[in-house]
């Protein structure tokens, strides 16, 4: 079986910048890489995003209102990576059911504890070998997410909210290492605006993240 990482932070944070950039180390050492998109492969999100604007103009909250069909969404995701994870050394998810653990409780819907008890537990999905969260001050991903086509935001992006709502997301997300110590293998990684017009700096950057992430898969025995 290959190594599991997850991929999950705010939108704006530049998850699938550090993925590029791992994903690159690895093949540079001949392994064998998947990437495996929520946006793409669950059939359901689609769905929900239609259903944003009906939650906002009768005043229902969207995340708890989408919880069940994000958990649905993400069990026919699921179902797919065992297949993934024999045929290849490491698969690599941007985004994974560990994002809400962050975006619920942002919402005082429920505790990070709840959703983990149901996703993990109750749904059984799959605890990562490491779940990397990426984090970027909230004027940074704002910065990026105004520069992307509306096409390329995701529904994680869409369903951030204001300044207020981000920050608690980003409080959220930086909970859960202590949060769920001894349950969670989580590394956070810092990925602030880099001077993408200097190339040297940007690869200083991304190795010091891939070195991170090697360092973590290290300390539980997984080695390239």
């Not at 769905?47 to 993400?74: I, K, S």
């Not at 537990?121 to 105004?146: Q, S, T």
């Amino acid at each position: 079986m290959g190594c599991y990482i997850t991929f999950d932070g705010g939108s704006g944070t530049g998850k699938g910048m550090v993925i590029t950039w791992f994903e690159e180390h690895l093949k540079k050492q001949q392994k064998r890489v998947v990437v495996v998109k929520d946006n793409r492969l669950d059939p359901l999100r689609d769905y929900g995003a239609m259903m944003l604007g009906w939650c906002e103009a009768n005043g229902v909250d969207r995340q708890t209102f989408l919880l069940p069909l994000f958990v649905a969404g993400g069990k026919i995701v699921e179902e797919k990576l065992d297949e993934l994870l024999r045929q290849h050394d490491f698969l690599l998810r941007d985004r994974s059911f560990i994002t809400s653990l962050a975006y619920q409780p942002a919402s005082g819907c429920f505790s990070a504890e709840q959703l983990w008890d149901l996703f993990v537990r109750h749904m059984g999905f799959r605890v990562p070998d490491l779940a990397v969260i990426v984090d970027a001050d909230i004027n940074v991903a704002l910065e990026r997410i105004n520069k992307r086509k509306q096409q390329d935001i995701g529904l994680g992006g869409k369903m951030s909210g204001g300044l207020d709502k981000r920050q608690r997301i980003r409080e959220m997300f930086l909970a859960l290492p202590e949060k769920l110590d001894g349950q969670l293998h989580a590394l956070v990684v810092q990925n602030h605006d880099i001077p993408v017009d200097k190339p040297h700096a940007v690869r200083r950057h991304s190795e010091k993240i891939c070195q991170q992430i090697l360092r973590s898969l290290s300390s539980r025995g997984i080695s390239l």
